[in-house]
């Protein structure tokens, strides 16, 4: 059975999220008791949020590229960064990986495809909104990714970071975060959207009738992790 290698800890509750779900999905396809193997890297996300700031994205290649060489020391056969934001140097990432990686960005995508959407909004931190790297993959299938606007990623980005990555869910910030979908469902005419925030499926996993469909990239991710690990 093949061993998963977890770049954690951005952010914690995310992480155990992962965790639960790619053991619950797992069992799923083989109800007999039995879950692959894990190993957990938990990193700082304080330092990887320095490291975006100061716009030092060699920096946060080498340190993520060092952690997943811990993990590869450990005995995994393949790793995920179990956050999005990282992904803004995926590509770097994974030609100096020592595990092959599985992409959260391309795995929505793939399921984008499938759904047959066209048009999808992109919420997450304000480093993945304002990043390139969801457009440029999605426009290979021809589906148009775009964010809020710029006040509205102060917004987002401000809740994320102060409260979703701590735990922290709050009724007036789902409510928040619903009325900037549905400016973009209205203005945007948007036919789905992104979570692209491994924490904010967290939040909005259970909204009732949104009207178009929610990508929750974390369930996404895991799906395709776990075809990885049961193949």
């Not at 059975?1 to 396809?29: C, F, H, N, Q, W």
């Not at 879950?35 to 060699?58: G, Q, T």
């Not at 060092?66 to 995920?80: P, R, S, V, Y």
């Not at 956050?83 to 995508?109: G, K, M, W």
């Amino acid at each position: 059975m093949k061993t998963l290698g977890m770049i954690g800890g951005v952010g914690p509750e995310s992480t155990i999220d992962y965790y639960r779900l790619i053991i619950a999905s797992y069992r799923e396809r083989k109800p007999d008791g039995t879950y692959p193997p894990i190993i957990i890297n938990s990193v700082n996300l304080k330092e990887m949020v320095d490291l975006l700031e100061a716009h030092n994205l060699p920096g946060l290649v080498r340190r993520i590229v060092a952690e997943l060489q811990k993990l590869a020391n450990a005995g995994a056969d393949l790793g995920i960064l179990t956050s999005n934001t990282p992904h803004i140097v995926f590509d770097e990432i994974a030609r100096q990986s020592a595990l092959p990686l599985i992409s959260i960005v391309q795995a929505t995508c793939d399921a984008a495809a499938h759904m047959g959407l066209r048009k999808l909004g992109l919420l997450g931190s304000r480093f993945t909104m304002q990043a390139r790297f969801y457009p440029d993959v999605f426009s290979k299938e021809g589906i148009v990714v775009l964010s809020p606007h710029t006040d509205e990623q102060v917004y987002i980005h401000e809740r994320y970071m102060n409260e979703l990555v701590n735990g922290i869910f709050r009724q007036e910030t789902r409510d928040g975060l619903l009325k900037i979908v549905d400016r973009m469902k209205q203005q945007d005419q948007i036919d789905g959207l992104i979570l692209g925030g491994t924490e904010l499926p967290l939040l909005l996993r259970d909204v009732a009738n949104p009207g178009i469909p929610f990508l929750d990239t974390t369930r996404i991710h895991v799906n395709a992790v776990v075809e990885q690990l049961y193949a």
